[in-house]
């Protein structure tokens, strides 16, 4: 506890730290992005005109701000939930199936209630979508709490489970049946119920009520991390778990609900995709991100962006959903496949978590030499030291 | 210090690393074009959009129809997008719903996932004409056309050589996912296997898996190989991902019955035909009947006997003259109506 | 179900098995070398995927599968040198920088396809070596004997990287500098190099993974390797960190997709449960996992980067 307040007072004190924290991340930003031109250019496209289609088709005019915001919710409440779960100490890349489990439990109970009120209904498959993924996040996270079972196996094992069940339920037992059916049935719901369709909140735009959700759920998430005993207790089993538990914290019930919170943010996610769809019907191709389109792990990077910590996280999400925005938007003016954008995205990921270090390293020479080797960033499975201290960097 | 060389030294490397991966595009063969201009000046330009799951290079589903769009935008005026790989559906939406804005007149979204698109889609859009295929449904909208390929009759046609020519009567059939075109190529070429050995008088084995994706290379291939390994000599399958499944056959000398685009380029030797979809006369009919001011209402079937569908016999295999003359009588069966293929 | 139980199909199932454990199983040995000196590295995939172009399209313009392998270990030394500068020497958040790695490697794989190939064809591949003798077995030589060298390879790194990790001076280096390096500092060992060392193992690993799944399909296409790297990762927490761990869950997971594929062909499995079949191989790795004792804790230091001193 005393190395961060250390760290950030010390953060103010020198300029040049100062400026590595905050200009860091964009310039890790700028670097990925001039390498994104050079691949542009030997691809044959005019880079302006690339970086042009993707910030026009991202950011030009309400329409394109609608759908930017549409597709950062889901990737808001992933990260959301990565920044809940990381806490504590725990990795979750579950997201993919916690996703797909909110979208089925969402679904379930809309079909299964079409004649309720949209007041009732709408709140009601959201709750649905946060217990479905809820559960896939209990799972792994009572695996490790109570066996010890690592959770990136556990998570990534459960990953490919859900796909499965899900393409086994959206082609059998939820599967349409008044399709035409020579050609076979498509895997996907009946058409959900108008009632659970989330309301566009801004006309002539994509924009949902599901942003407003999302973006209120960040909000209430950062303050239970940040303002509450519950938040305060995840902390402290994030930086030990011996301690915690000689403190008489309820180490493993705790990590346990790290993880459940964790998934429940990602099904409320898989629960957007589905009733904030324009199709208004969950349907799959049956590959494994057909569904989430890779939200799961994208909300990884957004979390990291973020600082880990859920109000950046808001536009960190915005800024990823425009790129992915953006990226269709490059395909269909410039002929760069959208493959590119991933591509660039991992390199800013790289170069992001890369800088990283500039930072810590101008942060240990503040750590008074008596501290020794507790100084130490204590990294861990999931990040930590350092990207705690970057929470406090953005704490309000 | 040393820390400063080393992170010079390695960001030069990487830098390096990526200049040269992608400094060896410009020696590489071009992309798909994705942008086309207008050649007959008389007739206005129509822009068309193509949205497809996988590549356009495929050797199936996708290319098939890229290659058929392509092909008309010099005789027809076309400008073209192409927005390929959206396997992702609402992804998929969010581009169609664009395309749709943006005054696109023809958007042809290429693949049975994208229905429930069409159908929230199309109702706004009233003056943007929807192409669906290939499941036959165009819920009744006056600008959705429906468009399928009755890959069951080529299916049937190819199932019947196949029971014919196999030695080990153990036929390995790979499918995608129960659906659109891969559901009915699988069944009609089951029944094509059961009808041959019906009339031959002998047995045969003609079990179907079906591995869940469209795109899971690896799974096909596996799929292949476990038939191989049950002693199928004669191997077929739908989709994008069959490529796997014919390297297999390659590998293990079996032969391969192709389908949606002409596979033989990717075995010579083992591909003994392909049923190759020529989507050319329904897109012209589509677009005539856009340039008419009719945006939809009609279904439009591909077939063996109206000139979409035809079985394309690979050259460099020697198929018996038996089989394939056994063949080819069934295609005539078939165009004149005298069989109905099961679906 | 009868027919399932004949000596042939049992043969050709485990056959089949085997071939589909080896890429799983060379990407994570290579993943345990480099986690038992306590750097985990979450872009296998990527690595994967790059080098499995890479050995598609070497093999695609010269023909010579050697080569081809070879490019795409030499692939996977690059990216073992990135990776290994971004985990060790910058110190980088692992879980994180590797996502990173996997997204440019997917990404970037496919763009190089789409760019450099036109139409794609598949490249012949590796014959399969029958061994003499052995091969002759009944049973036990069909399944294990007339695999392709990459499948032996994959086995023989086994005992190898078992006997390194136990048995050598390295091996020693890379177990302690995974426990407590701090006090593996101490005696001398550089931290630093050891694990520079260990992930470009893992790495090279990874890239051999990659060619090797690259060869079993026979074409390279987009997303290729379908997550198989996660996976893989995933085999090392189930395998204990230890290499005959590692074999058992690559193994359990080529079988259960063998299985199920060959039931499915002989109609066992209906269609109708098709999709819920194909949920077999993950749940039933969650279940040995389950069962497992969990004697092994992971290696200490597992994840944190290590810096000298305060």
Known sequence: MSRVSVAAASAWRDPRRFLLSWVALPLSLVAALLLGAVMMLVLGANPINGYNAMIVGAFDGSYALGSTAVQAAPLLLVAVGICVAFRANVFNIGGEGQLAMGGLAGSATALALPHLPSIV???????????????????????????????????????????????????????????????????????????????????????????????????????LLYRTSFGFRLQAV???????????????????????????????????????????????????????????????????????NPLWSIISAFLFGGMIVGGDALQVATGVPADMVTAL?????????SLEYMRRRSRATSVSPAAGPKAQPSGLDPPQAPLVAAGERGDP | MHMNLARRGALVLAAAGIALGTAAFAGG?????????????????????????????????????????????????????????????????????????????????????????IESLAP????????????????????????????????????????????????????????????????????????????????????????????????????????????????????????????????DHKVWFGTQWNQASIAPGNVVSSQVYNWVPILKQMITAIRAKTYGGA????????????????????????????????????????ITVPQ | MSHFFTYSVLTATVATALGLAAPFLLAALGETVGQRSGVINLGVDGIMLLSAFATYFTALRTGNLFYAILVGMGVGAVMGVVTAFISVTLK??????????????????????IKLVGTPLPISTLNPINIPLLDRIPAVGGMFFKQTILVYLAFVLVPVVTFVLNRTTFGMKIRAVGENPAAADSVGVNVVRIRWEAVLIGCVLAGLAGAALLMFDGIFQENLTQAEGFIAVALVYFGAWRPVGVMGGSVLYGLAIA??????????????????????????????????????????????PYERGG
Not at chain 2, 303 to 324: H, P, Q
């Open chain 2, 29 to 117: 063969a071009s992309a798909t074009t994705v942008h086309s201009h207008s050649v007959t000046p008389h007739v206005s330009a129509l822009k068309v959009a193509l949205i497809a799951p996988s590549a356009t290079n495929d050797l199936a589903f996708t290319q098939s129809m890229y290659a058929a769009i392509e092909s008309l935008k010099g005789s027809e005026n076309l400008q073209i997008s192409v927005s390929s790989n959206e396997y992702v559906v609402s992804q998929a939406a969010n581009i169609i719903q664009e395309y749709a804005s943006k005054g696109y007149n023809l958007i042809i979204a290429h693949g049975s996932q994208y229905g429930s698109i």
């Open chain 1, 121 to 223: 209904l709408i709140p009601l498959v959201l709750l649905a979508g946060a217990a479905g993924g809820a559960v896939w996040g209990a799972i792994p996270g009572a695996f490790k709490a109570y066996f010890n079972v690592n959770e990136i196996l556990s998570t990534i094992m459960l990953n490919l489970v859900a796909v499965q069940v899900m393409n086994w339920l959206l082609a059998g037992p939820m599967v349409d049946k008044t399709q035409n059916s020579t050609y076979g049935l498509i895997p996907e719901t009946r058409l959900l119920p108008r009632n659970s369709w989330l309301p566009i909140i801004v006309p002539n735009t994509q924009l949902h009520l599901g942003v407003l959700v999302a973006v209120l759920v960040s909000v209430g998430v950062w303050v």
């Open chain 1, 238 to 308: 994030g930086l030990s778990r011996d301690a915690s538990r000689y403190a008489g914290m309820p180490v493993k019930r705790t990590m346990t609900l790290a993880m459940t919170i964790s998934g429940a943010m990602c099904g409320i996610g898989g629960a957007l995709l589905v009733f904030g769809s324009i199709s208004h019907r969950m349907v799959t191709d049956g590959s494994l991100t057909g569904f989430t389109g890779s939200d799961g792990f994208n909300g990884i990077v957004v979390a990291l962006f973020g600082a880990l």
């Open chain 3, 92 to 113: 980088a958040e692992q879980g994180i920088s590797g996502i990173g790695i996997y997204l440019f490697g997917l990404g970037f794989s496919d763009l190089l396809f």
């Open chain 2, 299 to 338: 279904t439009y079937v591909i077939g063996l006997g109206n000139g979409g569908e035809r079985i394309s016999f690979n050259t460099k295999y020697k198929l018996s003259a038996s089989v394939k003359a056994a063949g080819l009588k069934m295609i005539s069966q078939i165009t004149l109506g005298n």
């Open chain 1, 345 to 353: 995205e991992g390199l800013v990921v790289v170069f992001v978590v």
């Open chain 2, 124 to 251: 706004k859009y009233p003056h943007v004409s929807f192409a669906w295929g290939t499941a036959g449904a165009t819920f009744g909208l006056k600008n959705v056309f429906a468009y399928e390929a009755a890959s069951n009759e080529g299916g049937y046609v190819q199932g019947y050589m196949a029971a014919l020519m196999s030695k080990s009567k153990v036929l390995g059939i790979c499918g995608p996912i129960q659906t659109g075109d891969a559901k009915l190529y699988v069944d009609g070429f089951v029944a094509g296997a059961k009808a041959a050995a019906a009339s031959g008088k002998f047995k045969v084995t003609s079990h179907a898996v079906y591995t869940g994706s469209f795109s899971d290379n690896s799974l096909m291939a596996s799929c292949a190989k476990t038939f191989v390994s049950n002693h199928a000599d004669v191997l077929t399958g739908s989709s994008q991902s069959v490529v796997g499944a014919i390297g297999v056959a390659k590998a």
């Open chain 3, 259 to 304: 299985v199920v594929l060959e039931w499915k062909s002989l109609g066992i499995i209906p269609l109708s449960a098709s999709d819920l079949a194909a949920t077999a191989p993950a749940v039933i790795t969650v279940l040995a996992l389950l069962t497992v004792a969990r004697r092994f804790r992971q290696p200490a230091a597992l994840g944190k």
